[in-house]
């Protein structure tokens, strides 16, 4: 697909022709099932200060947790009493030796209880290499970090002074040399954001060959920086954007794994649904301890209720590892 054939797409030039052309890749490459890793937000606590996101360290309005080792256990004990598969540990950004150490524990205590059959994914921001190579050796095998956009002009806007689309992308390739599936993604509808940039998200995330994608609408906090600009696009359109970044990068990417997120959830209550219907292949349900959840505000309007699995076609007990990378490994 060629960049203009991408931007005409995003504009919507045929949604029922490019959702059809990309449920039927989706069909041809991975099947139509639905792969689950149960997410456990695990600290709200940050040393960042992104200007879009509600739990930047300079938001004091935020109550700080810390789930306890024992918190996480029970968590990872449901993901496996629910035959989950897999689970993804995600926090604020934290590089001090407790925090490395806990995850480290909570991968121990995950391997051990599932005899080695719970999948792992970690979403735990920049980290050394050698943090990185610790918590695969303890067992995680994907990680997810997205580049939020791939316009460092963009990512500068939305970012405080020195704070490097460069220092994230080596963070990226630090992932890889770990031998990490690498997931990334990006933010839909960012203020300063045009389709063109968009057009470029998706033709980034191609030449960077990734496994995983997970991309959601960007949705305002309103005790965050970045709220006090507009988008050019409403809730709604950020919507069919998704809509139609998905159905996209599954045609230009036919076999790797991408994620219908919460934040489409949030702006449609259907938005799971949808997602998964255009081309995504994964679902992130919340097992996060309730005293904790709704603490775990990036956004606005975050739901907290629990998603009914019983609409979906899932892959109990799999991993659902991304294809694209086991290709690529042989
Ligand atoms: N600290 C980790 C995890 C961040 S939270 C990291 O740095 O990777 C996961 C994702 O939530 C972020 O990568 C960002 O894309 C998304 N996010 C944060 N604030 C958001 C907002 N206001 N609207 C939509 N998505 C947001």
């Known amino acids: 697909m060629t960049k203009q054939e991408v931007v005409d797409h995003l504009y919507g030039l045929d949604d029922e022709l490019l959702f059809a052309k990309s449920e039927q890749v989706k069909s041809l490459n991975i099947g139509s099932k639905v792969y689950l890793r149960g997410l456990i937000e695990i600290s709200n606590i940050c040393i960042k200060d992104c200007l879009y996101c509600g739990i930047r360290k300079s938001n004091s309005n935020v109550d700080r947790y810390q789930l306890t080792f024992k918190e996480v256990c029970q968590s990872i004990d449901f993901a496996i009493g629910k035959n989950f598969g897999s689970v993804v540990i995600q926090a604020g950004e934290r590089s001090d ?8 524990r909570c991968l121990k205590y995950a391997k051990e209880k599932s005899e080695g059959r719970m999948g792992i994914t970690l979403s735990l921001g920049e980290q050394e290499q050698s943090v990185y190579d610790l918590w695969k050796n303890e067992g995680a095998h994907r990680y997810l970090l997205r580049i939020e956009s791939s316009s460092n002009e963009i990512y500068n806007k939305i970012h405080p002074e020195g704070y490097s689309w ?7 390739e630090r992932l890889r040399k770990a031998g990490y599936q690498v997931g990334t993604g990006v933010m839909i509808g960012l203020p300063f954001q045009t389709i063109d940039d968009l ?22 906090h309103f005790d ?31 076999k790797i794994n991408i994620a219908s997120t919460t934040a489409l959830q949030t702006l449609d209550n259907q938005g799971f649904k949808k997602g998964l219907t255009v081309g995504a292949n994964i679902m992130m349900p919340n097992i996060t301890p309730d005293v904790a959840r709704k603490n775990y505000n990036l956004y606005q309007n975050k739901p907290y209720s629990t998603i009914d699995l019983s609409q979906f076609d899932v892959a109990y007990g799999e991993w659902g590892d ?4 086991s290709l690529k490994s042989f």
């Open 322 to 325: 991304s294809i694209h990378y």
């Open 224 to 254: 965050t920086p970045l709220s006090k600009f507009e988008s050019q696009f409403t809730h709604k359109e950020r919507v069919a954007l998704t809509l139609r970044m998905i159905a996209l990068l599954r045609i230009l990417m036919p």
């Open 166 to 172: 460069n220092a994230r992308l080596e963070a990226i």
């Open 199 to 220: 057009a470029d998200d998706l033709l980034f995330m191609q030449r960077l060959d990734i496994d995983m994608c997970g991309m959601g609408p960007y949705i305002e």
């Open 97 to 104: 030796e407790a925090f490395i150490l806990l995850i480290k």
